[in-house]
């Protein structure tokens, strides 16, 4: 009789150790999914935090009292760096919006006689990303934000209902008193979320002397193209603070050291800030969190272990008896070894099927424990087979610690000591 027909007897034959094998191999295979699944479901939220934070750095020129533009080629050499997402370069300016007959709109709240009807302007190259839009302070509720170099503007919902302004029609920006207006189009309306009480009036900033009503934004070239038909040759150059958005958070510090070491500037005039503090505020608990998980999970692993390799010790003892017939009667030892193993592999990969179906149910109650949604933790079947292959080894180990010494004694002295 062949180990593979012996060992599908024995299984029949020896049904409670088999269904004891089994349920045992059952718990601790569901138990080992499901927390590879919580694992890979904590990774992948790290991964979604790191990419969401908003983690940025800011490069802007200063030199006491004197204001340091960046160079454009500087801006590109950074933004194309590896790791860089997105990026939003900046200038700001006080002009006003003319509606289609040539008169200037009214602001909601005018900040003086002298500048009555004039918005504090940013132009910039993504809207989406300048910092009252991401910190919530304002929101876009109707239109599109602007990008690239159309001539176009956002201004606040409230000043385009008192002027009758509506998405789509055409204004002018006009810098200065002198100056000539450029044609624009209203991209977008947002709406002011936060009222800015918060920020004490400065004349070294300009824009916390203007309400959130009266903010506009407008297409940096657009601005560039106002300011020089105003100053002419004494117009500077345009871009005064550019914000890079970087893809991971974790590589933030590295990312600003590197765009240090890439652009050609000097340092003693420009600085760069960087801008992880959600990150950073957050990402300490994350930490603990998935320590914790990865501390179960491996727990769980070398407790299964040793219960296996035990019960697997145990079982083999027990069969010290049907070894030495085996051997009393010529089979070989290779072939109570191969039937050994027969057995518990038949028995564990029925075990795996059924582990991996129950996984799939029990993964997100597990995964809630550890505060993550039901639904963020799924059951891969990668992880059936990295439990199957990490099995495969735990059994193999096992039956030959088991096995291994009886079989180097010969029948006769296995037999006199079952008497």
Same mark, same amino acid.
């Given at each position: 009789?062949?180990?593979?027909?012996?060992?599908?007897?024995?299984?029949?034959?020896?049904?409670?150790?088999?269904?004891?094998?089994?349920?045992?191999?059952?718990?601790?295979?569901?138990?080992?999914?499901?927390?590879?699944?919580?694992?890979?479901?904590?990774?992948?939220?790290?991964?979604?935090?790191?990419?969401?934070?908003?983690?940025?750095?800011?490069?802007?020129?200063?030199?006491?009292?004197?204001?340091?533009?960046?160079?454009?080629?500087?801006?590109?050499?950074?933004?194309?760096?590896?790791?860089?997402?997105?990026?939003?370069?900046?200038?700001?300016?006080?002009?006003?919006?003319?509606?289609?007959?040539?008169?200037?709109?009214?602001?909601?709240?005018?900040?003086?006689?002298?500048?009555?009807?004039?918005?504090?302007?940013?132009?910039?190259?993504?809207?989406?990303?300048?910092?009252?839009?991401?910190?919530?302070?304002?929101?876009?509720?109707?239109?599109?934000?602007?990008?690239?170099?159309?001539?176009?503007?956002?201004?606040?919902?409230?000043?385009?209902?008192?002027?009758?302004?509506?998405?789509?029609?055409?204004?002018?920006?006009?810098?200065?008193?002198?100056?000539?207006?450029?044609?624009?189009?209203?991209?977008?309306?947002?709406?002011?979320?936060?009222?800015?009480?918060?920020?004490?009036?400065?004349?070294?900033?300009?824009?916390?002397?203007?309400?959130?009503?009266?903010?506009?934004?407008?297409?940096?070239?657009?601005?560039?193209?106002?300011?020089?038909?105003?100053?002419?040759?004494?117009?500077?150059?345009?871009?005064?603070?550019?914000?890079?958005?970087?893809?991971?958070?974790?590589?933030?510090?590295?990312?600003?050291?590197?765009?240090?070491?890439?652009?050609?500037?000097?340092?003693?005039?420009?600085?760069?800030?960087?801008?992880?503090?959600?990150?950073?505020?957050?990402?300490?608990?994350?930490?603990?969190?998935?320590?914790?998980?990865?501390?179960?999970? #491996? @727990?769980?692993?070398? !407790?299964? +272990? *040793?219960?296996?390799?035990?019960? %697997?010790?145990?079982?083999? /003892?027990?069969?010290?008896?049907?070894?030495?017939?085996?051997?009393?009667?010529?089979?070989?030892?290779?072939?109570?070894?191969?039937?050994?193993?027969?057995?518990?592999?038949?028995?564990?990969?029925?075990?795996?099927?059924?582990?991996?179906?129950?996984?799939?149910?029990?993964?997100?109650?597990?995964?809630?424990?550890?505060?993550?949604?039901?639904?963020?933790?799924?059951?891969?079947?990668?992880?059936?087979?990295?439990?199957?292959?990490?099995?495969? #080894? @735990?059994?193999?180990? !096992?039956? +030959? *610690?088991?096995?291994?010494?009886? %079989?180097?004694?010969?029948? /006769?002295?296995?037999?006199?000591?079952?008497?």
């Amino acid at each position: 009789m062949n180990p593979i027909t012996r060992a599908m007897l024995s299984i029949a034959r020896k049904w409670k150790r088999t269904a004891f094998l089994f349920g045992l191999i059952l718990a601790v295979a569901t138990l080992a999914i499901s927390g590879l699944a919580v694992s890979a479901a904590q990774e992948e939220q790290e991964a979604d935090l790191r990419g969401a934070t908003g983690a940025s750095f800011t490069l802007a020129g200063y030199n006491d009292w004197t204001l340091h533009t960046i160079p454009q080629e500087t801006v590109d050499e950074i933004a194309a760096m590896d790791g860089i997402k997105a990026h939003n370069a900046s200038s700001w300016g006080i002009g006003a919006v003319l509606d289609g007959s040539g008169d200037a709109l009214e602001v909601p709240k005018p900040l003086g006689d002298l500048v009555a009807n004039d918005f504090y302007t940013t132009g910039c190259t993504d809207s989406e990303y300048a910092s009252t839009f991401l910190s919530g302070a304002f929101r876009l509720v109707e239109g599109h934000h602007l990008t690239g170099d159309s001539n176009e503007i956002i201004i606040g919902k409230e000043a385009a209902e008192n002027n009758g302004i509506a998405v789509g029609d055409t204004v002018s920006f006009r810098d200065g008193d002198n100056g000539e207006p450029v044609e624009c189009t209203v991209a977008g309306l947002f709406e002011v979320l936060a009222d800015g009480e918060d920020e004490r009036p400065s004349m070294s900033r300009p824009s916390t002397l203007y309400d959130y009503e009266d903010y506009a934004f407008i297409s940096l070239d657009t601005l560039v193209e106002a300011r020089a038909l105003y100053a002419g040759e004494w117009a500077s150059g345009h871009i005064q603070s550019a914000d890079f958005f970087v893809e991971d958070a974790a590589e933030l510090d590295g990312i600003v050291e590197r765009a240090k070491d890439a652009a050609s500037l000097d340092w003693d005039n420009y600085y760069v800030e960087a801008n992880g503090e959600v990150y950073e505020r957050v990402a300490g608990t994350l930490e603990n969190s998935g320590s914790l998980v990865s501390w179960l999970v #491996a @727990l769980v692993a070398v !407790a299964s +272990a *040793v219960v296996m390799a035990l019960v %697997l010790l145990v079982s083999t /003892r027990a069969r010290k008896r049907e070894i030495g017939v085996l051997l009393a009667e010529g089979f070989s030892k290779r072939g109570i070894i191969c039937q050994h193993l027969v057995e518990a592999f038949v028995v564990a990969a029925a075990a795996l099927v059924i582990a991996y179906l129950a996984s799939g149910q029990l993964a997100g109650p597990v995964g809630a424990l550890f505060g993550k949604a039901a639904g963020s933790v799924s059951v891969d079947p990668s992880f059936l087979v990295t439990v199957a292959g990490a099995g495969a #080894a @735990l059994l193999v180990a !096992a039956v +030959a *610690v088991s096995c291994i010494p009886m %079989l180097r004694m010969q029948p /006769r002295e296995i037999l006199s000591q079952m008497e």
